[in-house]
Structures are given as structure tokens and as C-alpha cells.
Nanobody
Framework: QVQLVESGGGLVQAGGSLRLSCAAS????????MYWFRQVPGKEREFVAS????????YYADSVKGRFAISRDNAKNTVALQMNSLKPEDTAVYYC??????????????????WGKGTLVTVSS
């Protein structure tokens, strides 16, 4: 059974940093592009970042570009999201997701095969 488990969320002041981690099991991890999405209640789930099968290609939403960095460790079956210079508008539940498709053009939540249950990030002002 495939499982994606996020960790690392919490409360941080504006301007601070957090590092999220997603541990994957039950799948051939290196065959999946990995994604981070986020969602605020009442709003659509929003693409944040993606990383290709071996980590060579990364993509970011304009809203986080230059502040967030996605990375993966295929030996440990993990993907991370380093979040710096956090803003109150970054407050959301952050979800890890996986798709077997290349991440060049895929940014839709409907194209994800697997999802984690999310971890809450709260940024105070």
C-alpha cells in the first residue's frame, strides 16, 4: 500500500523558516515526480513545487520562487521543501503528492496518483 507521510509543519513567525519532509513507501520512488501542494480552507489546492525523478528539474509557483526549495533523496525515499522568508500568506496545509508523469508541464492536482494527508504550516505576523 502506497503511503506518503508529511512532517515538519508548525508555527513560525514571518521571516522565519521551516523544512517539510515527505516519506514515501509502497512505490518505486525514483519512478515518480514529486510535488508539494498547499491548501487553505475554502480555496483550491495550489501547486507549490515539483521535482523530477532524479532531481534534475525543479519548478515553483511564482508566489514561492526564490524563497522555497524542493529536493529529494531517492536512497531514503524522501522529498523535502525548505521554506525561507515565510509570509503569513504561506499559511496552509501542505501536501506531498506523486505522479509517474514527467513534471515539465504537470501542475494539476487531478494528475497526482498519490497524496499524503498534509501538515499544517502557520506563519504569524
Amino acid at each position: 500500500q502506497v503511503q506518503l507521510v508529511e512532517s515538519g509543519g508548525g508555527l513560525v513567525q514571518a521571516g522565519g523558516s521551516l523544512r517539510l519532509s515527505c516519506a514515501a513507501s509502497g512505490l518505486t520512488f525514483s519512478s515518480y515526480a514529486m510535488y508539494w501542494f498547499r491548501q487553505v480552507p475554502g480555496k483550491e489546492r495550489e501547486f507549490v513545487a515539483s521535482i523530477s525523478w532524479t532531481g534534475g528539474r525543479t519548478y515553483y509557483a511564482d508566489s514561492v520562487k526564490g524563497r522555497f526549495a524542493i529536493s529529494r533523496d531517492n536512497a531514503k525515499n524522501t522529498v523535502a521543501l525548505q521554506m525561507n522568508s515565510l509570509k503569513p500568506e504561506d499559511t496552509a496545509v501542505y501536501y506531498c503528492a506523486a505522479t509517474p508523469f514527467p513534471n515539465d508541464r504537470i501542475r494539476r492536482e487531478g494528475d497526482m496518483n498519490y497524496w499524503g494527508k498534509g501538515t499544517l504550516v502557520t506563519v504569524s505576523s
